[in-house]
């Protein structure tokens, strides 16, 4: 199989090479012949003979200063060059200036200084190679591998140092100067970044046959979040979020170009320096079930990704498809995001930054709830909170389908007393109920960063202080991460850095999710129009503490204080990551680097419930240890060579070994015997044990060739063997090892061929992948008996057949792009098409259940990925106070089920209570959602019977949750000392239900569903008659709350659902800074204030909080996941506002 | 040179590597450390059946306490089963349960062989004709001699006829009764029945046996009368039943983990969510039965119901409910009691299948009902007029008088009441004007939506036997 493919991947191999040969040699011929007239001189060779020589073959007339020493010796490079490189070379070496006035020739003696030393690049501190030297607008030198440079100079001139990718630095030297160090900085915007690839190559962006994507630090920090991966909103075109919206440390999952695996992963590969961390420290570390009144609600504890410190982050490289990411193996087929941390920088003495920041969240969105209308049931005329003078209680339902306000008093609940009230009290609303429970969130993010270096080490340590405390009362979290980075040059050919992050993130409470009894939002649509939240307050009934809450109304919904108060989640979270890599250069362009990668997470977590809370009568305790691990252990060699003039080719190769562990012990004790007491040993019953391990194993091997030609053609081709333990069982590894390819090409058309002059830049680029994965599943290859956690020594079948010949995935992905920038860089345009199958995936396939079980593992399916990026940016105004600069993103994916087992459609993710499913269906997206909806009639009206909307009895499809295209736009305009700047992105073309909704409005809440009231409503459709044909409705539906539970309640799927276009005014940001002048006289490096802005604005149709929502829950496939499609009670949607000051000393 | 040298040596020593260790451990990593490759019929039993009980308990509440007029889960909305308004939906939880458990009890049988333990196997024999005989009496034609071959790649199996179905039941039945004339005794802690006893699983096998006889009993085919006859009259020694209240197959939740209610854990709202229905309330008041203060709430001072079945629109205002203290009782765990089998036997003794009077089997078993709940029987119960046998009523007089006390005592047991009325149209429930499927009771449950698709041709053919896929279709011992 390997060998079947390895051949046919040679075979496409020399295609593409012959393909390349020929454009080069059309473009060659084709290209401008300059005056290279070649002069023929010895190697060493006087001033005097050269002059001589000058003058009578090549006919130059020469004049020179009379002083000037003519017996000096020129070392000549070779015996042929051209008049420029033979004045270069004088001019060097005699420490004179040659002017060349059209055939004249004037040599004249200067006073020269000679400088020599290492240019470093400004973001990792090492050597750069290929700076060129210049000065006066000639070129004097390069510098080598080294980044040594040596040049002379006339005294005083000012000596430039230009590499693409890098600002220019110009420095003027008055004496001869030794071991001068050069820092270059990398430039944002330049023509041709530096960009850091797979496996961590550092390559030039030029010679790229993919769309990379680099969002720098400072991005990430500008509008800060709770969770900083939402600062990539907007600003990476074909990046998706799906946010859990699960509190102040909810998780997001990461998407690049579409969801391609119907078993829902479809993260991207995180890697910070170096280390995964998707499955190790990353794995979110949830608890819970499902979202929709499950026996437990789903509680986010987020992962390493949210609690690395985005001060620390340097920069980012988004790796979109499977081509930019081919040589991550198998992990790296949903595209793949690179994280550098911050390294320290070569300067003098110590560098000291503190940055303060203050960030305010505010709820932004609410439902509109209506207030005319208090609690009861259809048709109550009156309301008596228990059995009164004035009739029988209606006190014990949640529906706000009760009397109007309208001035009379009732006999109501009185809080001081926790029952009925004795006298009638005034009937009416309080509007600010439900909002007033909430609270302004806080977050203060303090740090200190200590920096500096030498040529020889450089360090930088960090420190980050996090305090949060949420919307809702009782919630938050702390985190605190100490970050250290070190880089030592042992010697000129060795090199050794080390990173390690250690973070501490704990939280006394944070907030379950979803639509339960633990979950604050189910309270929050069940609070009655007519309840004050202060009569909550007292959460237990008087002298009942810690065994009878107080809850004045229906008991479906607990107390919200006893809730925030009393149910709590708390997490003790310890991560460490970290790598130490060591580099040594045999020669030149010979080295190898060898690495271990450590990424680990240590997670303490427990819940606990009081007594008397509705799902645990007697109070419940429960506690997590979670130790996940990752070891990574690689090594790269590498081969580089400049063959000659116009070629130059490199080779690396490596390997890898990873180990995953993952162990985690959950205790429960479902009741307690003394109330209010949360240990263990406090248990009712049995303390029930939920143990489970894992540990797999994936090696790997791999390799990459480069050839350039004249720096404007490139071409990658990598290659990658995985052998992935997961695919072994007890008796066989013979699926376990699988190989992949990886082509690209570039072509910098605007090198190659001359193009009208506003176009500054421009470049082709094509690639093609094959990534295998054999997932990260381990044990679905044998079939096991599951150990009981109840029953002692008990055991059962497992609802999942094994497959003992399980196979890799593969995906394969075509892309083309294009990258222009005209009117000297001031706008630039990216395109990027491409194309994905990921064929042969790895899918529990749903059996009829009279086989014994519920569903069997396979290899089937392929879901297609087709989609369009653009980005663009420009320069309007750019001057020397002024400037102004726009960002624009664009996307759209288009994604299709090309084929599934026996093609039957199989459900991702179901809705509440079984309403609705996201079906993936061949010939259909695989965000498809599927749900009863209203029974039409031919012309597409709502039939209507007795007056009530019908709906249908099977599902139909009612739209697709993913979205169609996502824009956005950014603006930032520098003037003078003051910095401002905006984002606003938007999203187009999906469908999501809200449970919110449908539960507000199938309890009356909302003032969709006041018209009517009492009255009678003649809803808008047609009525069938006898003889099957369909006049307009006539019949006054009675019954308004059965009328508007058909639409708009959970059962119609069609008519809970809801468009989530938006726009959103995602960012903005106003700054500060002291200028030069002002900060020289304080002594201090710089200082920038700034106040800023997130989700301060947003558009859209969605009737609950937040169009934006993902749902913390299990998917069809058991999983818990992310979902998307189904909004389940989301907490409301937040504004953040902050003040951030940075100091640099 | 010196460079391409150490480059040769390199990767020499890569690929050698390479070779070597790219698959070490492999195959020992791929053991499942949370699992075992290899079970007892012990660790396999407890769960089992502990896992049927709670599914049943679970259908019980929201299937057969609606059709049958036990509770009435009020509201105007669609998919209201008390007004035989029974959605596709409802199909999936018992056909998978009961499925996924068969799994389980066949690896006892299995267990039962390997560990030469005839009392395993025949405990597995009874649980799998128990649990079949409930997939059949729910579905009528299902997978039955192909069904759970799912670990061997048998992922389309063929659908099997009813009347097969209960051959097969009848034939693995007798095995079991021949397996425990010698079965010893097993682990208690494997049986949370009968503590490993094997006389009275006998004792339980063959009360199931009549059951299911009796059901079938109208059809020829099987000539079940005859085999009821055998073995009340002809050779009872050799079918030893169950001979009181303490030989009754109950699993008594005892609210000790694992052994806890599933009912325990529902919030008290969604238990009394449903209404008492004045049928199920009534009779009992009438017979001044005291097991209603064990299952009703009083509402104003007095057990009330509500009529099932009224006029969307016109709900009558909610009376008694059933008691929050039901959700641990230990009796609701109920699989087969003694007084059912006495129903049966009363039934067959009207209908002459045996020489012995009904009247005996009928009175034990409406006091044994009682009895059972730890309540006394009323003075004079069995004189009440609703109550009181009388040797001269007609067969249909007397099979409303057995089959009106045989619903109390199938309270809360799977769906027998169901089965029991879809067979002989008693008790007679009273109807009311807001039935939906024309005032109908299901036959049936229709087939899960998931089998058409994934076991398609073998769906297929079964409905084109049986006849189209809906919920009025009769099976084959309806016809």
């Given amino acids: ?1145 | 040179m010196r460079t391409k040298i150490r480059i040769i040596y390199l990767v020499t020593l890569i690929l050698a590597l390479c070779t070597t260790s790219c698959t070490k451990d492999f195959k020992e990593l791929s053991v499942n450390p949370n699992a075992v490759d290899h079970p007892l019929p012990q660790a396999l039993l407890a769960q089992a059946i502990a896992d049927i009980v709670g599914t049943n308990m679970n259908r019980s509440q929201r299937l057969q306490n609606e059709l049958m007029q036990v509770t009435v889960n009020m509201g105007d909305g669609d998919g209201k089963i008390f007004r035989y308004d029974v959605r596709k939906a409802e199909s999936d939880y018992l056909y998978r349960n009961w499925y996924l458990e068969l799994t389980n009890l066949n690896d006892v049988y299995k267990g039962g062989i390997e560990t030469a333990s005839p009392t395993y196997q025949a405990i597995a024999l009874i649980c799998r004709s128990w649990v079949f005989s409930l997939l059949t009496d729910t579905y009528g034609d299902v997978p039955f001699t192909k069904a759970n071959q799912g670990k061997d790649g048998l992922f389309t199996p063929k659908f099997d006829k009813q009347q097969d179905i209960y051959a097969g039941i009848f034939a693995q039945l007798e095995e079991a009764n021949t397996l425990l004339k010698t079965g010893a005794n097993v682990a208690s802690s494997s049986d949370p029945v009968f503590a490993g006893n094997a006389a009275k699983w006998r004792k339980f096998g063959n009360s199931l046996y009549l059951r299911l006889l009796l059901r079938v009993s109208a059809k020829t085919e099987l000539n079940t009368p005859a085999k009821i006859t055998e073995m009340i009259d002809t050779s009872p020694s050799n079918y030893p039943v169950m001979a009181s209240n303490d030989d009754s197959a109950i699993l008594r939740w005892t609210g000790v983990s694992p052994y806890v209610s599933p009912f325990a854990t529902w919030r008290p709202a969604d238990w009394y969510t449903p209404k008492l229905a004045s049928f199920f309330v009534d009779n009992l008041n009438e017979w001044s039965d005291p097991r209603i203060g064990r299952w009703a709430t009083l509402s104003e001072g007095e057990y009330a119901g509500i009529p099932s079945g009224y006029q969307p629109g016109q709900a009558p205002p909610s009376k008694s409910t059933l008691l929050t203290s039901l959700q641990t009782e230990a009796l609701l765990g109920n699989i087969m009691n003694y007084s059912e089998l006495q129903f049966i036997l009363a039934e067959a003794a009207a209908k002459g299948w045996t020489t012995k009077p009904g009247k005996t089997y009928y009175e034990a078993g409406a006091t044994n009902a009682i009895t059972l709940w730890n309540l006394t029987v009323p003075a004079g119960y069995l004189g009440f007029q609703q109550v009181k046998w009388d040797d001269t009523y007609t067969l249909d007089q007397k099979m409303e008088l057995i089959h009106k006390q045989k619903y109390y005592a199938l309270f809360f047991t799977d769906l027998e009441q169901w089965f029991e009325y879809r067979r002989t149209g008693h008790p007679v429930l009273p109807t009311g004007p807001g039935f939906f499927n024309g005032g109908k009771m299901p036959a049936r449950l229709s087939y899960p939506t998931y089998v058409q698709t994934s076991n398609t041709a073998s769906y297929n053919a079964a409905v084109a036997a049986q006849g189209a896929d809906d919920i009025n279709t009769k099976v084959w011992w309806q016809k």
Avoid at chain 1, 219 to 246: E, H, M, P
Avoid at chain 1, 342 to 365: C, D, H, L, P, Y
Avoid at chain 1, 757 to 765: D, H, M, N, Q, V
Wanted: charged share 20%; proline share 4%.
């Fill in chain 1, 1 to 1145: 199989m390997i060998k079947h493919m390895y051949h046919k991947f040679l075979l496409h191999l020399s295609k593409l090479c012959l393909c390349l040969l020929a454009a080069m040699f059309v473009l060659t011929a084709n290209a401008q012949v300059r005056d290279n007239d070649q002069l023929t001189f010895n190697n060493n060779v006087t001033i005097a003979s050269i002059i001589d020589r000058l003058q009578s073959v090549y006919k130059y007339k020469v004049s020179y200063d009379a002083d000037l020493n003519t017996t000096k010796v020129i070392h000549l490079p070779s015996t042929r060059l051209r008049l420029d490189e033979l004045i270069r070379q004088i001019e060097q070496q005699a420490a004179v200036n040659v002017k060349n006035m059209g055939g004249n020739l004037i040599i004249k003696q200067l006073d020269m200084v000679s400088v020599n030393g290492i240019v470093y690049s400004g973001d990792d501190n090492l050597p750069l190679m290929g700076v060129t030297i210049s000065s006066n607008k000639k070129v004097l030198g390069v510098s080598n591998m080294g980044g040594k440079f040596s040049v002379r100079i006339s005294s005083g001139a000012n000596v430039s140092f230009s590499m693409i990718g890098f600002e220019l630095q110009t420095t003027a030297f008055a004496k001869n100067t030794k071991d001068a160090k050069i820092v270059m900085n990398v430039v944002s915007n330049a023509l041709n970044e530096v960009v850091v690839t797979a496996l961590g190559i550092k390559r030039e962006e030029k010679a790229l046959g993919y769309a990379v994507t680099k969002v720098k630090g400072e991005q990430l920090t500008d509008a800060l979040s709770n969770n900083w991966t939402d600062a990539l909103s907007g600003k990476v075109a074909g990046l998706n979020l799906i946010r859990s919206n699960g509190g102040p440390s909810g998780s997001n999952k990461i998407i690049l170009r579409g969801e391609s695996n119907l078993t829902g992963e479809n993260d991207a590969l995180i890697v910070v320096d170096g280390v995964v961390i998707n499955h190790g420290s990353g794995r979110r570390t949830d608890t819970g079930n499902g979202a929709y009144l499950d026996s437990e609600s789903p509680v986010d504890f987020g992962s390493g990704l949210n609690d690395i410190n985005p001060e620390d982050i340097q920069d980012i490289t988004v790796l979109k498809g499977p081509s930019a990411a081919a040589l991550y193996g198998q992990r790296g087929a949903n595209g793949a995001v690179i994280i550098t941390t911050k390294s320290g920088r070569i300067k003098k003495g110590i560098g000291v930054t503190v940055n303060s920041n203050t960030a305010f969240e505010q709820i932004s969105r609410w439902p509109d709830y209506q207030n005319e209308y208090g609690q009861g049931v259809d048709g109550d005329n009156y309301y008596s909170f228990g059995a009164t003078a004035d009739g029988a209680s209606t006190r014990s339902t949640s529906s706000a389908w009760g009397p109007k306000f309208d001035g009379q008093s009732y006999f109501q609940y009185d809080p001081v007393t926790h029952t009925g009230g004795t006298t009638r009290t005034p009937w009416v609303a309080y509007p600010n109920a439900r909002k007033d429970f909430f609270e302004t969130g806080k977050t203060y993010t303090n740090s200190v960063t200590l920096d500096g270096g030498t040529d020889k080490t450089s360090v930088r340590f960090s420190a980050t202080n996090v305090k949060n405390t949420w919307i809702l009362p009782n919630t938050g979290y702390g985190r605190n991460t100490v970050a250290l980075s070190a880089n030592q040059k042992v010697t000129d050919k060795l090199q050794i850095n080390a990173k390690v992050s250690y973070t501490n993130k704990a939280s006394d409470n944070l907030p379950s999710t979803g639509y339960n009894n633990q979950s604050l939002m189910y309270w929050n649509m069940f609070w009655v129009p007519n309840g004050d939240v202060n009569w909550l307050k007292d959460y237990w009934l008087p002298g009942k503490e810690n065994i009878n809450q107080s809850y004045p109304f229906s008991s479906f919904p607990d107390n919200p204080y006893l809730i925030s108060y009393e149910m709590l989640n708390k997490s003790t979270r310890n991560d460490v990551l970290g790598n130490i890599q060591a580099t040594y250069n045999f020669t030149k362009e010979f080295s190898i680097m060898v690495r271990t990668a450590l990424t680990s997470s240590y997670d303490q977590r427990s819940q606990q419930r009081p007594y008397d809370t509705e799902k645990f009568r007697k109070g419940m305790f429960r506690t997590q240890s979670i130790n996940t691990q990752e070891i990574n252990n690689d090594f790269l060699l590498r081969y580089a060579k400049q063959v000659s003039k116009d070629w130059s080719a490199s080779v690396s190769a490596g390997g890898s070994m990873l180990v995953n562990t993952y162990n985690r012990a959950d205790l429960r004790a479902d009741s307690l015997l003394y109330p209010g007491v949360y240990t263990l040993a406090n248990k009712a019953g049995v303390l029930v044990a939920y143990p489970y391990q894992s540990k797999y194993k994936i090696n790997s091997f791999y390799g990459i060739a480069t050839v350039g030609y004249k720096d404007y053609l490139f071409m990658d081709v990598t290659g990658r063997n995985d052998w992935n333990g997961v695919l072994a069982s007890a008796t066989s590894t013979s699926n376990v090892s699988f190989f992949y390819p990886s082509v690209n090409l570039s072509a910098i058309i605007s090198e190659i061929v001359k193009l009208p002059s506003f176009i500054s830049y421009a470049k082709l680029r094509g690639s093609y992948a094959s990534v295998g994965s054999g997932g990260q599943d381990p044990y679905l290859t044998s079939y096991n008996y599951v150990a009981s956690a109840t029953f002692p020594g008990g055991l059962y079948n497992p609802t999942l057949v094994a497959n003992p010949d399980l196979r890799s995935l593969r995906t394969t992905s075509a892309e083309i792009g294009a990258d222009v920038r005209f009117f000297g860089s001031r706008l630039g345009l990216d395109v990027a098409l491409y194309k994905s199958n990921t064929k042969s995936q790895i899918l529990r396939n749903a059996l009829d259940p009279a086989t014994g079980y519920n569903e069997a593992v396979i290899n089937a399916g392929d879901v297609q990925n087709r989609g369009i990026e653009i980005t663009a940016n420009g320069t309007p105004i750019k001057g020397k106070s002024f400037n102004w600069s726009i960002n624009y993103t664009f996307s759209a994916n288009s994604n299709k089920v090309i084929s599934l087992t026996n093609d039957l459609p199989l459900t991702l993710q179901s809705g509440p209570g079984g309403r609705g499913q996201v079906v993936a269906q061949v010939g259909n997206s695989m965000g498809a959602l599927f749900g009863r909806g209203y029974e039409r009639a031919p012309d597409g009206q709502i039939v209507y019977e007795n007056g009530y909307p019908q709906l249908t009895d099977s599902v139909k499809y009612i739209g697709n949750t993913i979205p169609l295209w996502k824009m956005s736009m950014g603006h930032q305009f520098r003037y003078k000392q003051f910095s401002m700047s905006f984002l606003v992105d938007a999203q187009y073309g999906a469908v999501g239900y809200s449970l919110t909704a449908a539960v507000l409005a199938e309890q009356g809440k909302t003032t969709n569903t006041l018209p009517g009231r009492y009255n009678g409503i003649i809803g808008n459709g047609v009525i069938m008659n006898t003889d099957g044909t369909y006049r307009p409705n006539d019949v006054v539906a009675q019954d308004i709350s059965t009328y508007y539970n058909a639409h708009y309640g959970r059962d119609n799927v069609e008519g809970a659902t809801y468009s989530t276009d938006f726009i959103k005014l995602r960012e903005a940001r106003l700054d500060y800074s002291l200028s030069p002048k002002m900060l020289s006289k304080l002594g201090l490096q710089r200082v920038t204030l700034g106040i800023y802005g997130r989700d301060l604005l947003t558009v859209t149709k969605w009737p609950g909080f937040d169009p934006e929502f993902g749902t913390l829950t299990t998917n069809a496939q058991g999983t818990p996941t992310i979902a998307r499609g189904f909004e389940l009670g989301q907490f409301p949607s937040t504004r953040t506002f902050g003040v951030n000051l940075t100091v640099g000393f």
